[in-house]
Structure formats: structure tokens, C-alpha cells
């Protein structure tokens, strides 16, 4: 895959709580300059990006619950309506962990429905935080989100133990086939941690390092 392939199937991000906006604005600048398919930001920084990118091919992730997961529904439900009247194109909203590792699997798949009714169309990927789950529980996982209407199952926060494996994308890919996306993020910082994944059947990466990657990706080619 070239360096411009690789860019568009990238969501740039920056979700570190002390991301200040000269910061935002350079994760903008940088997506319009590579080609990357989006900028996945909090909630609070999405008018500053939809302004910024407005006219672009360049869209506006916004994470819901982050990075915990553990949010009331309601207050789910209520950033992710926020977020879209501010200009989101894409949700990546996190699973309850707590509430799937309680195998309350009709709580996890109605906090997903909240979220995808208040996206109004938009693409919702569910983040399971595959490091605390076992093989069922990510299989668990992947088919409650898919019940729920989610457009995408997603690794991880980048904000847990440890981010995205090879082998949870392989199975997230096995579980939900062809009918859902799956993005792999957390700890992919170069080329070949990327198209590792890709290989693995990720559709999008999700990277802070997403420079580094496509800059590693065209001294390749």
C-alpha cells in the first residue's frame, strides 16, 4: 500500500486531556496536507475542527464516553447529539467495560443503540477495549454491537494497557465478516505496525503517529 492509500484509510488523532489548540489546529493542518480519511478529537474540540476542515475531504471523528466507557447512557446519548450539532461526521463511542465484563450483555447493547440513534446516520464504531477481554468477550462484544446498529468495532482507547493486537483484529474481522468495518488503534506508531494491521483485515487505523507512518510508508516506496 503507498503512502496516499495508507493516508486515506487513517484517522489522525489527539486525545491527550492537555491537547491545547495550537495542537488542534496543527492535527487539522497536518490531515488536509497528507490525505488522512479524518481527525478523531473530544468532544469539546469538534466546532474548532469542523471549522477549520469545513470544505475539505477531511472528516471530524468525535470520541462519546471516552476513554472510560463507564458514562451513563444518558450521558452518552446526550455527547454524541452534541457533538453531531457541532459538525461530527463519525462517533467512536466506548463500550460500558464494566457492564460487558458483567456479561450484561441488554445494558452494553442498548448504551450502543443510544448512541447510534443520536448519531442520526452517521458512522458509530464501538470501541471494546480488547485488552481486557478474553476471546468470548471480544466476540461478545463485536455481536452486541452489531445488534445495536454500530457501523465499525474498534480495539482500543490507546489509553488502557495496551492498544491494538494483531490477533484481536483477526478476530474482531472473523466475527463481524464483511458486515461491519473494524479499526484498529492503540500503539501503532510506524508503517509496519500498520499494514500489519490492515493485513489482519483492519479497514481504518486509528494513530497519533500518523505522519511517521505515511512519511515511513513513502521512504518505502
Known amino acids: 500500500m503507498d503512502a496516499r ?15 491545547t489548540v495550537s495542537e488542534i ?21 469538534v466546532a474548532r475542527c469542523a471549522s477549520r476542515l469545513a470544505g475539505s475531504n477531511v472528516k471530524v471523528c468525535s470520541v462519546v464516553g471516552f476513554p472510560f466507557g463507564a458514562a ?16 461530527a461526521d463519525e462517533l467512536d463511542m466506548v463500550v460500558n467495560i464494566g457492564k460487558l465484563l458483567d456479561g450484561d450483555l441488554g445494558y452494553v447493547e442498548s448504551d450502543i443503540k443510544a ?24 466476540v ?22 495496551s ?8 478476530l474482531m474481522r ?3 465478516g464483511e458486515r461491519l468495518g473494524v479499526k484498529a488503534a492503540g500503539g501503532i506508531r510506524n508503517n509496519a505496525a500498520a499494514i500489519e494491521m490492515i493485513r489482519a483485515g483492519a479497514d ?14 513513502r521512504r518505502i516506496g
Do not use: M, W
Not at 450521558?75 to 452534541?82: L, P
Not at 492498544?163 to 483477526?170: D, E, L, S
Not at 481504518?204 to 505515511?214: D, K, L, T
Open 5 to 19: 492509500d495508507l493516508a486515506k484509510v487513517i484517522d489522525h488523532t489527539l486525545l491527550r486531556p492537555n491537547a
Open 25 to 45: 489546529d496543527k492535527l487539522c493542518d497536518e490531515a488536509l496536507q497528507y490525505g488522512f480519511y479524518s481527525v478523531c478529537v473530544n468532544s469539546s474540540r
Open 72 to 87: 451513563s447512557t444518558v450521558a452518552k446519548a446526550a455527547e454524541a447529539e452534541t457533538a453531531v450539532k457541532e459538525g
Open 115 to 138: 448512541v447510534v440513534a443520536a448519531a442520526e446516520g452517521r458512522t458509530v464504531k464501538v470501541i471494546i477495549e480488547a485488552c481486557y477481554l478474553d476471546n468470548s468477550g471480544i
Open 140 to 161: 461478545e462484544a463485536c455481536k452486541a454491537a452489531e445488534r445495536a446498529g454500530a457501523g465499525f468495532v474498534k480495539t482500543s482507547t490507546g489509553f488502557g494497557p
Open 163 to 170: 492498544g491494538a493486537t494483531v490477533h484481536a483484529v483477526r
Open 174 to 176: 472473523e466475527t463481524v
Open 204 to 217: 481504518r487505523i486509528g494513530a497519533s503517529s500518523s505522519v511517521q507512518i505515511v512519511e515511513g510508508a
